[in-house]
C-alpha cells in the first residue's frame, strides 16, 4: 500500500492506494485538513513627499482610472476612497494615506497609469 496526498480544486486529500490488484474499488477519500489561506494584503499607497508639505498619492500598479471621487480644493480624511483604478480587471479603491487637501490630480477618469506615477497630489 502506497500513501498519497491528491489536491483537487484546492482541497487536499489523503488516498492509500494497493499494489498487485488488477480490479479494485476505491474507497471513499477524505479531505485533509488544510491550514487557511490567508489573503493577500491589500496594497498601501506609501506617501512620498514631492514637495515641501505636499504627500503624492501613488498608483500601486498600472490599469485605468475608472473615475474619480473628488475634486481639487476638497478635503480628505485618511482612508476615504480618492478614485478607483482598474487593473487585471478588479476595481481597486485608492485610498488617502492621511487627512489633508486635494492639491491637485494628475489624471483624468479614462486614463491609462503606469506603477508609480502620480494620481493625486495633498496638502
Known amino acids: 500500500m502506497k500513501n498519497y496526498t491528491i489536491t483537487v480544486n484546492g482541497t487536499p486529500y489523503n488516498v492509500t492506494v494497493e499494489e498487485g490488484t488488477s480490479t479494485a474499488t476505491a474507497p471513499a477519500a477524505a479531505p485533509v485538513q488544510a491550514p487557511a489561506p490567508q489573503a493577500a494584503p491589500a496594497p498601501k499607497v506609501a506617501p512620498a513627499p514631492s514637495a ?21 480644493g476638497a478635503a480628505v480624511k485618511a482612508g476615504q476612497v480618492l478614485c478607483v483604478l482598474e487593473a487585471m480587471k478588479m476595481e481597486n479603491d485608492i485610498v ?3 487627512d489633508g487637501t486635494v492639491a491637485s490630480i494628475n489624471v483624468n477618469k479614462g486614463d491609462t497609469v503606469e506603477a508609480g506615477q502620480t494620481i493625486i497630489t495633498l496638502a
Open 52 to 72: 515641501a508639505g505636499s504627500i503624492s498619492v501613488d498608483a500601486p500598479m498600472p490599469g485605468n482610472i475608472l473615475d474619480i471621487k473628488v475634486s481639487n
Open 96 to 98: 488617502a494615506p492621511q
